[in-house]
């Protein structure tokens, strides 16, 4: 069976700003598939591209085994879109919205079981703008459905909710997903991209940089233990680098500033317990003293600092 | 914060700078003028002599023409032209003596339209007529002018204003309005969202146009109600036809108003644009005042603007009871307006 969406070599330029730049992935039927990557990454270009909102100044971009740009009328009928930032006729309420949308569709999903399935059933005569952050979030996964899409494509769904919201709107995407539809969807966050992506492109500055499901990303780090240890007293750069190894060193203590004092140190282990011992014998060898200890398994915000040499910006 | 809406400001300060301007060229103080048509039948010394000193009353606008009388007096009937004065064939002549006892009289034309000025064009004409033959043999005045009044349907200023009032309606209601709401979906990514689904972009120009046409309706039903049944204004013609114009100028309106939308960076600076847009319109195309009153070429100009040939059809089909194919200058013109603005529309219009 053909990919739900697939992507060739696209680069899309607006003036001398090349915003995605040769990016190359395929969306498999029934999967999640996210984008993880900073704001400006190239993300939400590649979204409204395969959206057919822009042009692709170069590659192709197919949905469904249907060309995009050729087909733009065609897919539009048969992918169901949530924009990063959109709002909805103020003067209709929930229903009569799902109802005006639906009617530019030729298949179109009954409004009373889409409020049903989000849970604002209770909401259906009030106004978008009477709803909470994750209740218009979660509206907004719902006006996506209104055409019973084979695929929905979710531009940073959980973006400035809060952590109840997401979690909430990520089982909503679950429970889409089971039934059927394909989901592609884009986020800054790394802890929902592991939460629910089956698989996760990484991107930054318009290319991408892997591909693979969260596990494997992270499986594919050397390392499986983030160790972020305190001492009493700063350490030396010899005193660092003799901690073994097995250990690398992410962060020394001046750059590594929030949520730590000064001599605070995040250090990358390998995944054997003899690790974890031998550097403690260094420190206590090295006459240092461990203020505190924390020891965390390797998450994608390692991957994606593996990948791209700096943290996620806002 | 409002200082950085850079756009919204300068409208904002413009808008009533302009406002001043306009009312400043009006020259409320005149009477207006009076366009006089003269047909010289005589060709004598006296009728030149009364030539030359007719042309010295300021407030007419002389026009020697070569019209027939029939056209003359047909334009007079239709409001196009405000006097006909016929200097008759004995006018100096001595046959004229004979044949009238007196000098035969001059005709002056007009219609019982105003009524105000008539009376001033009428004694002004009358006294110049009079100083010039009283030079010669005695005369008994009241021969020496014979008035014609072609008797036209009553039509007072508020007849005259409601009609403008409408198009005014119609004008500010379908520019502004529409303007402030696209902008406002585009700011929203409103038409954005639209422009993932399967909907058409012509369809969704239809039904924006189609909602504000019928509103355009609803709007003239309501002032003309207000203005007939409340304050006395009366309708003569045909009211279909009226709200036929009213549709047709409503989609003018409407186009300008994409196309400002297409330009306005928030709905705020929108609904500047649209102000600065209707209400010089408004007075330069003689909503409240005749035109005439304004200085250099802008009675002219106020021929080049929209709102000019909506508010003629309207007035010359609802006060003049003129038949629909009668105004077809006027509906020609707002149908080009209507077309060329619906081009520019459509090629300067963005989603995003």
């Known amino acids: ?314 | 914060m409002m200082a950085r809406n850079r756009q919204a400001i300068f409208w904002a300060l413009f808008f009533p700078l302009m406002l001043v301007v306009v009312f400043g060229l009006f020259n409320f103080n005149g009477v207006g003028v009076a366009d006089v048509v003269v047909v010289d039948e005589s060709g004598g010394p006296k009728a030149e002599l009364f030539r030359g000193q007719l042309e010295e009353i300021e407030f007419l606008e002389l026009e020697f023409d070569e019209l027939s009388l029939e056209l003359a007096r047909e334009m007079v009937a239709d409001g196009d032209l405000g006097y006909l004065i016929i200097i008759p064939n004995h006018f100096d002549g001595p046959a004229g003596q004979i044949q009238f006892d007196g000098p035969e009289p001059i005709e002056l034309v007009y219609s019982s339209r105003s009524p105000d000025r008539n009376q001033l064009v009428d004694g002004a004409v009358r006294n110049l007529v009079s100083e010039i033959h009283s030079a010669g043999a005695p005369v008994i005045p009241s021969r020496l002018l014979v008035a014609e009044v072609i008797q036209v349907p009553e039509v007072d200023y508020f007849d005259t204003v409601l009609f403008g009032l409408l198009g005014l309606g119609i004008m500010t209601n379908s520019i502004i309005s529409i303007a402030v709401r696209i902008s406002t979906f585009r700011n929203q990514a409103i038409l954005k969202r639209l422009l993932v689904t399967p909907l058409s972009i012509w369809k969704f120009f239809a039904a924006e146009i189609t909602a504000h046409v019928l509103l355009a309706l609803v709007q003239a039903g309501i002032i003309l109600a207000v203005g007939v049944f409340v304050f006395g204004g009366k309708v003569h013609g045909n009211l279909l036809w009226v709200f036929c114009i009213t549709a047709l100028g409503s989609v003018v309106f409407l186009n300008i108003g994409f196309i400002l939308s297409a330009w306005a960076k928030s709905p705020a600076a929108a609904s500047g644009m649209g102000n600065v847009v209707a209400f010089p319109m408004m007075f330069l195309a003689g909503t409240f005042f005749s035109t005439a009153a304004l200085p250099w070429i802008l009675p002219q100009l106020s021929l080049a603007l929209p709102l000019t040939p909506m508010l003629g059809a309207l007035r010359d089909v609802a006060i003049n009871s003129e038949p629909i194919w009668d105004i077809w200058p006027h509906l020609a013109a707002l149908g080009g307006w209507a077309v060329a603005t619906g081009v520019v529309a459509v090629k300067v219009f963005k989603f995003g």
């Not at chain 1, 924009?83 to 569709?105: H, R």
């Not at chain 1, 979660?138 to 899409?149: G, I, K, M, Q, T």
């Not at chain 1, 690790?275 to 505190?292: R, V």
């Open chain 1, 1 to 314: 069976m053909e990919p739900a969406v697939q992507v060739e070599n696209l680069v899309k330029r607006f003036g001398s700003f090349t915003a995605v730049d040769g990016v190359s992935f395929s969306v498999e039927r029934g999967e999640i598939f996210g984008i993880l990557g900073p704001n400006g990454a190239g993300k939400t270009t590649t979204l409204e591209t395969i959206e057919g909102l822009h042009k692709p100044t170069g590659g192709k971009v197919s949905v469904l085994d249907l060309e995009v740009q050729s087909n733009a009328t065609k897919v539009k009928a048969l992918i169901g879109v949530q924009l990063q930032a959109s709002a909805y006729y103020s003067y209709l309420n929930l229903k009569e919205i799902l109802a005006l949308l639906g009617s530019f569709y030729p298949h179109k999903a009954s409004p009373e079981l889409l409020l049903d399935q989000v849970g604002l059933a209770d909401k259906s005569k009030n106004r978008v703008s009477e709803l909470s952050g994750g209740q218009q979030q979660r509206f907004a996964v719902a006006a996506s459905l209104v055409n019973n899409p084979e695929v929905v494509i979710l531009d940073e769904p959980t973006t400035g909710l809060d952590p109840q919201a997401r979690r909430n709107l990520w089982s909503l995407i679950r429970e889409v997903n089971q039934s059927g539809v394909t989901v592609l969807l884009t986020t800054h966050y790394m802890e929902e991209a592991e939460a629910i992506c089956d698989r996760l492109a990484i991107m930054d500055h318009g290319k991408l940089l892997a591909l693979d499901t969260p596990r494997n990303l992270i499986n594919g780090l050397e390392a499986s233990y983030t160790v972020k240890v305190t001492m009493d007293k700063p350490m030396t750069k010899a005193q660092l680098n003799s901690l073994n190894g097995g250990v690398e060193i992410i962060h020394s203590g001046e750059r590594y500033g929030d949520g730590g004092s000064e001599n605070t140190y995040l250090l990358r282990l390998a995944n054997s317990p003899s690790a974890l011992k031998s550097m403690l014998d260094q420190i206590s060898q090295a006459g240092l003293g461990l203020e505190n200890l924390q020891v965390t398994p390797v998450t994608l915000e390692d991957v994606f600092l593996e990948l791209t040499g700096s943290e996620l910006r806002d």
